[in-house]
């Protein structure tokens, strides 16, 4: 069992709700044609040995491009699927929740928010039939109708949907983006959860509501004590709303600290490219980078050694060889880099440059 506190970004510590310990998912590939007849089964190495921490009261981000293994994360951690291996820990005790029961138990207290919320709202039914439900399911309805309409206004205030009366009996299609998302946080809140996983819950909202609701997330935050995981690929936006940021790169957590520290002194090569190429009012268009340069790794055979190797322009030697830990780099609260540029004991063999990038952006390899 690990402890159950932490420093926190202010100094005092705060407690970990829940934690991924190496948390590994490999998804089978399908076989097909001449596959069929070889023993040997291929699998999308989605997520890597991931390790984090959720506490009380904070926002944590978790950052990276399409494809990186965000979602997957999150629905390790909600238990929508198993891991292949690593441990998900709840209060420091490994969650186990084979079984309806335990697995209902579980998402009481650690519930997810999805991408698009047309999708995760039934277009046949009202608010009041998502909410009262999601009430029932973890009884917190109360014993009288009108404890239960009482319950129901309280959702939708909680989630600035107000008066209630307005909201409560409109269909999903009556609502707007961004009002199908409150409603969806308020299903969520009626588990009364410790724990909101939000699976980039702004990205397919209007750009002029989404300040709205990643606010009341963290109001919410801050009234109800809640751990929550923020997901998104807009770096920007995590150095704004989350307290500590986590970088994904191709399965893998690469950076990690307070989002001041992550977002304003990047160490990875990967989340410089990802600062670089984010849009950033204050510099003309013309400076930014089109995304950055290359493209992601398969995850079905990912490079040898760093995940990052093809695209980083100061890969070395070693870099293709072994992984590289996370390396605390003690410039800010638990920042570390995964990355072997913050390896000390590096033999001078092992830091020999592979490939040289030219002003103009053209390599040579050495
Ligand atoms: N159910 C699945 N079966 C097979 N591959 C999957 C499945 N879910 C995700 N993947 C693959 O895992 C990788 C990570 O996906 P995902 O977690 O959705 O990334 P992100 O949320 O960062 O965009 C992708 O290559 C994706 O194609
Ligand atoms: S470990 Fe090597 S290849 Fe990977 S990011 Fe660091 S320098 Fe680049
Ligand atoms: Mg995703």
């Known amino acids: 069992m690990t402890t159950g506190t932490a420093p926190s970004a202010s100094g005092t510590t705060t407690e970990v709700v829940l ?4 948390l590994t998912k490999h998804f089978p590939v399908r076989k097909r044609g001449r596959e069929l007849l070889s023993r040997a089964t291929r699998s999308v190495r989605a997520v890597e040995d991931v390790t984090l921490r959720l506490h009380r009261g904070r926002v944590t981000a978790l950052v990276g491009e399409s494809g990186s293994g965000k979602s997957t994360v999150a629905r390790l951690l909600a238990q929508l699927y198993p891991q292949t291996s690593g441990t998900v820990r709840l ?26 919320p047309f999708a995760s709202l039934n277009p046949v039914h009202t608010v009041r039939y998502h909410l009262t439900r999601a009430l029932k399911i ?10 239960l309409e009482r319950a129901l206004a309280d959702l939708l205030t909680r989630v600035q949907l107000t008066p209630p009366e307005r909201y409560v009996d409109k269909f999903p299609h009556e609502l707007s983006g961004g009002q199908r998302q409150r409603v969806a946080i308020a299903r969520a809140l009626g588990a009364d959860p410790e724990v909101l996983l939000a699976d980039e819950p702004v990205s397919m909202l209007d750009v ?116 590289p830990p996370r390396f605390a780099l003690g410039d800010g609260e638990a920042h570390f880099a995964a990355c072997w540029l913050y390896g000390e004991d590096l033999a001078g063999s092992d830091r020999v440059k592979l490939r040289v990038v030219e002003a103009d952006g053209r390599e040579e390899v050495l």
């Open 19 to 22: 934690e991924a310990d190496g």
């Open 138 to 147: 973890h009884g917190n309805e109360g014993r009288t109708a009108e404890e």
């Open 208 to 323: 002029s509501i989404r300040l709205g609701v990643l606010n009341l997330l963290r109001d919410l935050k801050e009234r109800l004590d809640l751990a929550i995981l923020y997901i998104t690929h807009d770096i920007a936006s995590a150095r704004y709303f989350a307290d500590e940021t986590f970088v994904m790169y191709a399965g893998g957590v690469v950076e990690g600290g307070d989002s001041e520290t992550v977002t304003q002194r990047p160490a990875h090569p990967y989340t410089q490219l990802l600062i670089e190429s984010a849009p950033d009012p204050d510099r003309p268009a013309a400076e930014e980078k089109d995304g950055g340069t290359g493209e992601p790794p398969s995850l079905i055979t990912p490079p040898p050694g760093c995940r990052f190797n093809p695209r980083c322009p100061h890969a070395m030697k070693v870099c293709v060889e072994k992984a």
């Open 91 to 116: 209060h420091g005790e490994p969650v186990d929740t084979k079984g309806g029961k335990r697995f209902r138990a579980y998402s009481k207290r650690v519930q997810m928010i999805f991408q698009d």
